[in-house]
């Protein structure tokens, strides 16, 4: 392998794992804090209307910290699949909590 | 703090507020005009007289509408203040038999034969059609030429984006606090830096604030999600939130409707604030209901309660019930974001913090080159992403402000009686604006930077010249009635005027100096070949 390839390799390692964290940072962060703004919104108690508006404030911070977790993570695929199990649990909570109560 | 975080945090920075920093730019310069709407409505109809007895409007709209719409649904009144022009009343007809009800979305565009502008005399106004300061209004969040549905998902975006620049800009900068007062003038890429931090911290916590309420005012369209998992229907929560009185049934029994500036004097002693809005529905039948919303401008949260009375006995039947917490959180975050609550002096605090903002988004994208340009293998061929930025930005940064200034011209110069009006002023924007932006491509940048400042510059200087020369409404004019608003809209034009024909002076100023260097080395060819510094 000459100095030239690994280069090139390096370089395209460096593309893939920006593609992976703009994957992670844009639609993953997205969807993630879109889920635990319901997983949120079921665990709140009280008035469902004021639970809701709730969760729906603290997820539009959420979204940017996951976008910032995005890049932060030691890796693209660290980020990915962090990211993708904190919406998993967020979707876990969710599904349960509308199983056991439904929905008004 | 490590410090890979901090480098990560900083590409993130660069990139994010890079690749959306142009749509922030028009948000941030529409946006910040947008805090001067009210009086941007009287400045751009200059025939019109300054409205001081509210009640006579009221009095002169009501009798408007009961010859012109005795049989519509419902009629839709602002109560006029002395900030506005006067009440920009619409109707809704009733639906035809077959007809869906309630379609379409009451007082939006295109409504032109059901709706009027009711002057300070109480009469109709025959004033130049224009969409005045709601123009900026609506452009900080609708933009222009696209449904208005993308445009919004894209400034969300952008938005988005926008609180992850500064929050990552936050832990980027690291000596946040040590370098506050620091602005090195004259030093190439160190300047812009110190200019882009200094616009940034000082006003950090007022960007903090708009971009986060900016969100939240968009958050049943960014956010619904929240809402889906307690509701199989988004319908039940926004009646919760957004309560009003039960509906009743028009009897088809007439009977006259009562003097509404009653009910206002009424609901105005309940409230103990002024009133905004007043919605009539089935004006002339026995079931009319009137509805009255207190003035956002009278209290911090958007969420304004609301009373609803008998339209034909004047008796109160509903006032709104208080909001819960969150509702009232997120109520004042949007009213927080909108400013309405603030009088002139708080008026001033958001305009200066919004220029700090829109300083801060164009010195964010100019730093981008100036540090590049710096690295570049031959500074004078670029590579393309290099070539694109930097043209972008001048047709952004410099063709923007020259289309706004082209806006208030074609305000002041086109036939009053030209069909579409309203919309050929917003075209003169558009097509100044593609103009520059045509020059910004075919000319080189050191030119074009200059040239489209000194135009913007000329055009908003001669603006108040020709109010005092043409309109009646000029600087003096307005000084001597009191009428602060006009001339202070005047005033701070001429001074946006001087301060862009500065820049075009400084930036100017560069190009002798670029010629003789041209052979030195990268840097220093870099660092003069670059605007005002």
């Known amino acids: 392998m000459t100095a030239g390839d690994a280069h090139a390799r390096a370089r395209w390692a460096r593309r893939g794992d920006i593609g992976l964290r703009i994957v992670a940072a844009v639609p993953l962060a997205y969807a993630t804090a879109s889920l635990w703004a319901m997983a949120i919104a079921r665990l709140l108690p009280g008035d469902r209307a004021e639970a809701s508006v709730t969760a729906a404030l603290i997820a539009l911070a959420l979204c940017a910290v996951a976008a910032m977790w995005a890049f932060a993570a030691r890796s693209g695929w660290r980020a990915i699949w962090t990211l993708g199990v904190a919406a998993a649990v967020a979707a876990a909570i969710t599904w349960v909590s509308i199983d056991v109560t439904g929905r008004v | ?62 009798a408007f509408l009961a010859k012109k719409a005795p049989d519509a649904k419902s009629w839709i009144i602002p109560v006029a203040t002395e900030r506005s022009p006067g009440a920009q009343l619409f109707w809704v007809p009733q639906p035809k038999p077959g007809e869906e009800r309630g379609r379409g979305r009451r007082g939006g565009r295109g409504r032109g034969d059901t709706q009027v502008l009711i002057g300070a005399d109480g009469q109709v106004v025959q004033a130049r059609e224009t969409r005045g300061g709601e123009f900026f209004y609506r452009f900080h969040f609708d933009l222009h030429y696209m449904p208005v549905i993308w445009a919004r998902w894209l400034v969300g975006f952008a938005t988005m984006m926008m609180l992850v620049a500064i929050m990552s800009g936050i832990v980027t900068y690291k000596k946040i606090f040590r370098d506050f007062f620091t602005l090195r003038r004259a030093k190439g890429q160190r300047s812009w830096l110190d200019g882009h931090n200094a616009t940034a911290v000082l006003a950090l916590p007022f960007h903090l604030m708009i971009t986060y309420t900016g969100l939240v005012t968009l958050m049943a369209m960014l956010m619904p999600w929240a809402v889906v998992a307690n509701y199989t229907d988004q319908n039940i929560v926004f009646a919760k939130l957004f309560p009003t009185a039960a509906v009743v049934e028009r009897t088809g029994r007439p009977a006259p409707l009562i003097d509404l500036r009653r009910i206002a004097a009424d609901a105005e002693r309940r409230l103990g604030a002024p009133a905004s809005f007043i919605e009539v529905s089935d004006p002339g039948d026995a079931a009319a209901r009137v509805s009255v919303s207190q003035s956002a401008n009278s209290m911090l949260s958007s969420r304004t309660p609301r009373l609803t009375y008998d339209g034909v006995s004047g008796r109160l039947v509903w006032r709104s019930p208080p909001p819960g917490a969150a509702a009232e959180t997120a109520g004042a975050m949007i009213g927080l974001h909108a400013g309405r609550f603030a009088g002139d002096g708080g008026r001033w605090l958001y305009f200066l913090c919004g220029i700090a903002g829109t300083v801060m988004v164009a010195s964010g994208l100019v730093l981008w080159t100036v540090k590049r340009r710096e690295r570049l293998p031959d500074p004078t061929r670029p590579h393309f992403g290099f070539r694109l930025v930097e043209r972008l930005n001048v047709a952004v940064i410099g063709g923007f402000p020259l289309g706004i200034a082209c806006f208030f011209w074609a305000n002041r110069l086109l036939p009053v009686m030209l069909r579409g009006r309203a919309d050929w002023e917003m075209h003169a924007l558009f097509i100044a604006w593609a103009l520059a932006a045509v020059a910004a491509f075919v000319v080189r940048p050191a030119r074009v930077w200059p040239a489209l400042f000194a135009a913007t510059g000329v055009l908003l200087v001669a603006l108040p010249v020709y109010d005092l020369v043409a309109t009646d409404r000029g600087l003096f004019a307005s000084l001597a009635i009191g009428d602060l608003m006009i001339a202070g809209i005047d005033a701070t034009m001429a001074v946006f005027g001087f301060a862009f024909l500065w820049l075009a002076r400084r930036v100017a100023r560069h190009r002798p100096a670029a010629k003789r260097v041209r052979k030195a080395p990268a840097v220093i060819t870099a660092r003069v070949l670059e605007p005002a510094e």
């Open chain 2, 1 to 62: 703090m490590s410090k890979g975080f901090r480098q990560s945090q900083a590409f993130l920075h660069t990139w994010s507020g890079l690749l959306l920093g142009w749509i922030l730019f028009l948000v941030f310069v529409a946006g910040t005009i947008a805090f001067w709407r009210e009086g941007l409505n009287r400045w751009t109809r200059p025939e019109i007289a300054r409205v001081e007895q509210p009640m006579r409007v009221l009095a002169g709209s009501q």
